[in-house]
């Protein structure tokens, strides 16, 4: 009996003594700091027989990145994870320094998993990953001045871009950040998580949720694997947060036009540079949270956590399937079969009903100013959807591509990509559709340090001799559609959008008048 008493009171003693977190301890006045999140964890971390802390990487003023592992058994290694047989989930919170409701509800999360053994038992199914940090540089410049319309938490937040200025969350295909590299070479492609939470909060639109998400929006994903979140997953933990909790949860969207609801709600961007695009173009299964600026702070954590959870207890009910589901586009993805793959995309809508807020336009009586007002009675209006993509135009997807050894570059970012790249030995001639570049636009505007270009032209089918020391990709490789939006000329995403070719292109153009983009499409097998 003494021995039972003393159990409990040691169990206690120890919930009594787990760290909490600067939103908590504030009474959700305050974010947690970087050094907060630190401490967080390292204190956890020394109680817990199932947390393993490291790090992934380091941010661009060099603050290191912190991964926790929560597993059971405690493991160390990516190669222990993909031994386990179980569905490995990636947490990711703060790619957006301002939105910090996700670090807050990931750190919550890491610490329920170590004190109650209801969440436990999930480890028997799951393997969790938590980067509650990514943006460390840019949490630190916290500020009252930083999203301002939001409500709370009213000792600021901190801002969107990295140190270098950067978007985390436009740099999935370029990877020009730290932290994105590392997040893509060290947890991406070393740990290979089956499923990505992406914790975000919404910019400042009305609407009646307190919580919107979305997955994968590139139609080169695999549909099946978009699907089963769009269909399956996400219905489930919708019905489950408005009935356990509440929460009006719904597909992310804004209004096309605020004051007439009826003209449609629109979502996000199709584009790879997306992380949740990106990890739904490598095939694997991705979820966007959103959580509603204009709930209170404490709600928006509060909301960002039980999504988690819910996401989690349906991911170890369901593993199995998805794993299955896995394996199955894998091996279609490589078998050589795709024949073709989407180059031009649009956006397609269905008939919806939308909780939301009337916004009224009115005079001011003072000033003779058009100004707006949103009324605090929900509503549900009937509209349309648009939030999900179609493919418009395709290319053939050829047998490999190949490009001149002088693109060190790009064979450096196709490798930090995970993607399989040799050097050809010798010579050999191929039959091969080359894109003739006629002309080509850089936009005005710069976004992200870049004139994003645009490339015109054709393609023509041509016998090419490749000399020893190209670069040869083949495309019978899992990722595939990456692989596809980072090589062809006409991408909207890829490496010529980027500016990766410029110098040469632009080189033959004035010389020339046209050029051959450098990368080949070989469409025969290799006679070497």
């Known amino acids: 009996m003494l021995?039972?008493?003393?159990?409990?009171?040691?169990?206690?003693?120890?919930?009594?003594?787990?760290?909490?977190t600067r939103a908590e301890i504030s009474n959700f006045t305050e974010t947690s700091t970087y050094s907060d999140v630190i401490t967080f964890i390292e204190g956890i971390s020394k109680q817990s027989e199932i947390i393993n802390s490291t790090?992934?990487?380091?941010?661009?003023?060099?603050?290191?990145?912190?991964?926790?592992?929560?597993?059971?058994?405690?493991?160390?290694?990516?190669?222990?994870?993909?031994?386990?047989?179980?569905l490995i989930v990636l947490l990711l919170g703060n790619i957006h320094a301002g939105e910090v409701e996700g670090k807050e509800a990931i750190l919550h999360t890491i610490r329920k998993f170590h004190s109650d053994e209801k969440f436990k038992k999930l480890l028997n199914e799951l393997i969790i990953l938590a980067i509650p940090i990514l943006n460390a540089d840019g949490?630190?410049?916290?500020?009252t001045a930083n999203r301002p319309h939001q409500k709370g938490p009213i000792g600021g937040v901190g801002i969107r871009e990295n140190s270098q200025g950067l978007d985390l969350n436009r740099d999935f295909t370029k990877l020009e950040t730290p932290e994105i590299?590392?997040?893509?070479?060290?947890?991406?492609?070393?740990?290979k998580p089956h499923l990505l939470i992406d914790c975000h909060t919404t910019n400042g639109s009305y609407h009646g949720y307190v919580l919107t998400y979305a997955t994968n929006l590139n139609p080169n994903g695999d549909e099946r694997i978009a699907s089963f979140i769009r269909d399956e997953l996400l219905p489930e933990v919708t019905e489950k947060m408005f009935k356990k909790y509440g929460y009006r949860t719904f597909f992310y969207g804004n209004f096309i036009d605020p004051l007439d609801p009826s003209k449609g709600w629109i979502t996000f961007d199709h584009r790879p540079r997306f992380g949740t695009n990106y990890f739904g173009l490598i095939n694997r299964f991705s979820v966007l949270s959103e959580a509603?600026?204009?709930?209170?702070?404490?709600?928006?954590?509060?909301?960002?956590?039980?999504?988690?959870?819910?996401?989690?207890?349906?991911?170890?009910?369901?593993?199995?399937?998805?794993l299955k589901l896995i394996k199955q586009v894998d091996s279609e993805t490589s078998s050589g079969k795709i024949d073709s793959l989407g180059i031009k995309f649009q956006i397609v809508g269905k008939p919806a009903e939308i909780w939301g807020y009337k916004t009224i336009e009115y005079i001011d009586s003072?000033?003779?100013e058009k100004k707006r007002k949103v009324s605090d009675k929900i509503e549900l209006f009937k509209t349309t959807n648009f939030g999900e993509f179609k493919t418009v135009k395709k290319r053939s997807v050829p047998d490999a591509y190949v490009f001149p050894g002088n693109f060190e570059v790009v064979a450096e970012k196709l490798k930090q990509h995970g993607i399989k790249i040799e050097k050809v030995k010798g010579k050999f001639k191929a039959k091969a559709d080359v894109f003739i570049v006629d002309s080509l636009k850089r936009s005005e505007r710069k976004f992200q340090g870049h004139n994003e270009t645009e490339l015109f032209g054709r393609f023509?089918?041509?016998?090419?001799?490749?000399?020893?020391?190209?670069?040869?990709?083949?495309?019978?490789?899992?990722?595939l559609g990456l692989i596809f939006y980072l090589l062809e000329p006409e991408s909207d995403d890829g490496f010529a959008n980027w500016n990766f070719f410029d110098e040469f292109l632009i080189a033959e153009l004035k010389d020339?008048?046209?050029?051959?983009?450098p990368v080949y499409k070989i469409k025969n097998k290799l006679r070497r």
């Open 3 to 20: 021995g039972l008493l003393f159990a409990f009171l040691f169990q206690l003693f120890q919930i009594s003594e787990l760290p909490k």
């Open 55 to 86: 790090v992934f990487g380091k941010s661009f003023e060099g603050r290191d990145l912190p991964l926790v592992v929560l597993s059971k058994p405690k493991i160390t290694s990516p190669q222990e994870a993909h031994s386990s047989g179980k």
């Open 139 to 143: 949490n630190e410049k916290i500020s």
């Open 181 to 191: 590299t590392s997040l893509v070479m060290n947890v991406f492609n070393k740990w």
């Open 292 to 322: 509603y600026a204009y709930a209170d702070f404490k709600t928006r954590i509060d909301a960002t956590e039980k999504f988690i959870e819910e996401i989690l207890m349906f991911a170890s009910k369901n593993r199995k399937k998805m």
């Open 366 to 368: 003072l000033t003779g």
């Open 460 to 479: 023509e089918e041509m016998e090419v001799e490749i000399d020893s020391g190209y670069y040869y990709v083949q495309t019978q490789q899992e990722r």
């Open 512 to 517: 020339k008048g046209k050029a051959i983009y």
